[in-house]
């Protein structure tokens, strides 16, 4: 599929954050995954995030200048473990609206820098605890990550083929659909209640509470006898013969999904299914279905079905690499991809007509704004001494 390349947008001046949160301070204590990228979210929405990096940096992922989720912030430099270093992030946290930490329990409060030293500087903080498994609990104290996370709260077993293994959705549905969102959510939530009432309180966002939230949906399905509790056996999951992935002659794959009556006519239409075909909802005859779709599908590639199927509402789409998907006309039109500092990369979401969001500035070198913020948040002694 031929598609036209990003066009970079004009860059949002620095020095004038946008969004619906400027004038909001946030204070990150820097980690991996989920707490990073609601740091992020909150960075593009126009807060001023101040990310604190620590002495060597992190073991895990690209180098912090690399790192997309590092985008809009601002960095400074403290040793947690140093004699200092504890009181420079309590100065910080006692100008701070919001703080993030993704520390297992107990860690923040080992270094001096928990819920209680921070709340006690600054009654309104709003202190937003990232984790896997939340603050208590029998698994609390233990190591995982997206893939345990996602298979404890039952949504992984949700995701695959019926007769292989449990698909892996990348770290997209725990770390950041279960647990960065639900903490953004929870830290917008209690900062309207401490702007008004003066009293923060601390966000405890565990990825599987947020992954089993989600699940609400297929809870009630469930109760109500409309959901099979295993995989493929389901109108959404793969198990209707009409709502899944098929393989085209190039090898490459289109996604269907044509749930109502009227989409599902004009899918059969436009795939010539045949008068013969068995009717959308003829159960005893769904692999009878399934085959005779996938057969179409594999007699054209996946560009000249997407041509086919693009002008008409039969819910079809190509399934898209990532390079792919940034240069869709559709998404560079909207700037749902874009390219900015030089990078091509996701654009802000969601959009504001009021106060829009912008991409202000790159991911910093760790560090690189501790003099700036030792003046603009009035702490002196973070900064460094002149030489």
């Not at 401490?194 to 989600?214: E, K, N, P, S």
């Not at 045949?274 to 399934?290: T, V």
């Not at 912008?358 to 070198?365: G, H, M, N, Y």
Request: aromatic share 6%; net charge negative; hydrophobic share 40%.
């Amino acid at each position: 599929m031929t598609t036209p390349a990003p066009t970079p947008p004009a860059d949002a001046p620095a020095s004038r954050p946008t969004g619906p949160l400027a004038g909001v301070r946030v204070l990150e204590l820097a980690g991996i995954g989920p707490g990073p990228f609601a740091a992020m979210l909150l960075a593009d929405l126009g807060a001023d995030v101040v990310r604190v990096d620590r002495p060597g940096g992190q073991t895990l992922g690209p180098a912090p200048e690399q790192d997309l989720t590092n985008r809009n912030k601002r960095s400074v430099l403290v040793d947690l473990k140093s004699a200092e270093g504890p009181g420079l992030v309590l100065e910080l946290a006692a100008r701070a609206d919001l703080l993030i930490e993704g520390y297992r329990p107990g860690v923040a409060e080992r270094l001096g820098v928990g819920p209680a030293d921070c709340l006690a500087r600054n009654p309104a903080l709003v202190y937003g605890r990232m984790t896997g498994w939340g603050q208590d609990g029998p698994l609390a104290p233990r190591a995982g990550h997206d893939i345990t996370y996602l298979a404890t709260s039952g949504l992984l077993g949700l995701i695959g083929p019926p007769d292989g293994p449990p698909a892996i959705p990348a770290n997209l549905l725990g770390d950041y659909a279960g647990g960065s969102l639900y903490l953004v959510v929870g830290l917008l939530a209690a900062l309207h209640h401490a702007r008004a009432t003066g009293a923060g309180q601390v966000v405890d966002a565990a990825i599987v509470d947020g992954a089993a939230h989600l699940s609400t949906l297929l809870w009630g399905l469930l109760g109500a006898g409309l959901w099979q509790d295993r995989r493929g056996a389901n109108l959404l999951d793969g198990g209707a013969p009409w709502y899944g992935t098929f393989a085209t002659s190039d090898g490459q794959w289109m996604a269907v999904g044509p749930l109502e009556p009227q989409f599902y006519a004009e899918f059969a239409r436009l795939l010539d299914l045949g008068a013969d075909a068995p009717d959308q909802y003829d159960l005893a005859r769904w692999p009878e279905l399934r085959e005779r779709i996938a057969a179409r599908f594999a007699t054209r590639t996946r560009d000249e079905w997407t041509e086919l199927f693009t002008p008409h509402d039969a819910c079809v789409a190509p399934v898209l690499t990532l390079r792919q998907a940034a240069g869709h006309p559709h998404l560079t039109a909207r700037g749902s991809y874009t390219v900015r500092h030089g990078t091509p990369q996701p654009g802000t979401a969601p959009r504001f007509s009021a106060t829009p969001a912008a991409l202000r500035t790159p991911p910093p070198a760790p560090g690189a704004h501790t003099a700036e913020v030792a003046r603009d948040w009035a702490v002196p002694a973070l900064a460094p001494p002149a030489s």
